[in-house]
């Protein structure tokens, strides 16, 4: 890359900084405002937040890459997230950001399912902060390899060194501003990759005569493409429609429900975030196909096709844009890991420190303790992307199988089934969470190969969860009158709320 493009990176990395600066003035005097932004976040930046922290690194490479790779396959996943998201503001937005409020005022995920059961202590926050911990490390760990491989193929820096680069940075801002740097770097980082998604394909485009010129060059590179469309299999189907299942139980996404600054704004986010998301992957899936038809039409050779979005950008554009369309995979990458960076921290301080040391601890020393577990996650997870041989998509959707299977059911029935127990809610992370698991990494079938290979582990993950959440409510006691009673107050609220 020319020296123009460097000035773009330069700029963007000092605005993040810049905002994480900001931030640190405005709000992290105290642990709300550090981990939830006091509540008071506009449904134009949780739009954007909640979308740029969804798609990370995976979304500019990963997607395209598989787009790439296995034609419109990926079009599948794509259709899934987009109902899933949709989904989420629907059903679960509204409702989680009145009673986690109700709920003695709950700052993060575990502790809104210990209250909902009218205890600040329960077993299941420990354990559902726990997972988050584990599986956060993963999918963080996914973003660094993205900005590991940006960094060699775009700048031939070293692997590691990509690595570092990318976590110093996203670090730096998010232990300095907490909740709202992290809101308010996102919103930023969303407008980029908009724009991005849009520019890179459509010049893309232009370098052909004609719809038809791309579409045959694309047939020609893939014999196979044409006939993706019907050759899927029901199962294979179903494994990607399923990404949509994951988003009820993703703390990075439902986390800004939570803060957005009122019930009435939801709806303002959702239509603000679904546009977003339709412009956006619709960009990526149209990345990976006109660069299927580019490389065969004008001989380009690709060795890793999860870069395809980097070799446009480095080919088609002036060095000034293409510095400005790096810093949209960095946008993406880092909006991703600072929302895990700070759920992961929130859980290790307030549902695992506060809860097993059971002392009291300073506003400013719990951000403190907040900050050094920043830290502790992002060093792990910089650990295990030192493999450079792993995939972004592999990482990101075992992660996010983890997260829907053992969340996403619990979610939904702690909002809208009355009954709900505190053992049930116990074992239905366990099982969810064991299931996928077991589903990933015990090889059971033929030549050493795992069930996921088969069938994708969130919905075997989800529907354990789900049934063992029912069958264990429905043996367990009659809730409290004082944990029914919340409930009611929060539907009340609600109502209130929305009228």
Not at 10 to 24: D, K, V
Not at 107 to 116: D, M, N, Y
Not at 196 to 203: F, I, M, Q, T
Not at 450 to 467: K, R
Request: aromatic residues 12%; charged residues 10%.
């Amino acid at each position: 890359m020319q020296f123009e493009g460097y000035i773009s990176l330069a700029l963007y990395f000092l605005a993040m900084l810049g905002i994480g600066l900001f931030a640190y003035r405005q709000s992290t005097s105290d642990i709300s405002g550090y981990i939830l932004g006091g509540r008071q976040v506009s449904p134009q930046v949780t739009a954007l937040s909640a979308g740029a922290s969804d798609m990370s690194g995976w979304m500019l490479m990963g997607l395209p890459g598989a787009m790439y790779l296995s034609g419109f396959d990926a079009l599948y996943i794509a259709i899934g997230l987009v109902a899933g998201a949709l989904a989420n503001y629907l059903l679960v937005a509204p409702k989680l950001r009145v009673y986690t409020e109700v709920a003695d005022d709950s700052l993060t995920v575990p502790e809104f399912f210990a209250k909902r059961f009218g205890k600040s202590d329960a077993r299941v926050r420990i354990v559902s902060a726990a997972i988050i911990v584990m599986f956060f490390t993963l999918y963080t760990s996914a973003g660094l390899v993205a900005g590991g491989k940006l960094f060699e193929s775009a700048f031939d820096v070293q692997y590691q060194w990509g690595l570092l680069i990318t976590l110093g940075v996203v670090v730096s801002y998010t232990l300095l501003g907490g909740f709202l740097a992290v809101s308010m770097t996102d919103f930023v980082q969303g407008c980029i990759m908009f724009v991005a998604l849009v520019l890179v394909p459509v010049v893309a485009f232009t370098e052909f005569d004609s719809i038809a010129q791309m579409n045959n060059a694309a047939y020609e590179s893939i014999p196979g493409l044409a006939a993706s469309w019907e050759g899927i299999t029901l199962i294979g189907l179903v494994s990607s429609l399923a990404w949509g299942l994951g988003y009820f139980g993703q703390p990075h996404i439902i986390v800004r429900f939570m803060a957005i600054r009122s019930v009435k704004a939801i709806s303002t986010a959702r239509n603000i975030g679904m546009s977003w998301m339709l412009v956006t992957i619709t960009g990526a899936l149209g990345t990976g196909f006109v660069g299927i038809a580019y490389a065969n039409q004008f001989g380009l050779a690709i060795d890793d096709p999860e870069t395809i979005f980097i070799v446009f950008s480095q080919l088609l554009f002036h060095p000034l844009i293409s510095g400005f369309l790096m810093a949209a995979i960095l946008a993406a990458i880092m909006s991703t890991i600072s929302s895990q960076l700070l759920v992961s921290a929130s859980s290790l301080t307030e549902d695992i420190y506060r809860v097993v040391s059971k002392k009291q601890v300073s506003e400013s020393d719990t951000v403190k303790i907040g900050r050094f577990g920043v830290a502790g996650v992002a060093i792990a997870a910089l650990l295990l992307a030192l493999d450079s041989s792993n995939t972004i998509l592999s990482l990101v959707s075992n992660a996010w199988a983890g997260f829907g299977a053992a969340f996403g059911p619990l979610v939904l029935f702690c909002l809208y089934k009355r009954d709900l127990t505190h053992n049930a809610a116990l074992a239905g992370i366990i099982s969810g969470a064991a299931t996928v698991l077991f589903w990933i990494y015990v090889p059971v079938l033929e030549d050493g190969k795992t069930l996921s290979s088969a069938i994708y582990e969130i919905i075997p993950g989800f529907a354990v969860s789900t049934v063992t959440l029912w069958l264990f409510s429905a043996m367990g006691k009659t809730p409290s009158s004082e944990v029914s009673s919340m409930f009611s107050e929060a539907n009340r609220e609600l109502a209130n709320q929305q009228s």
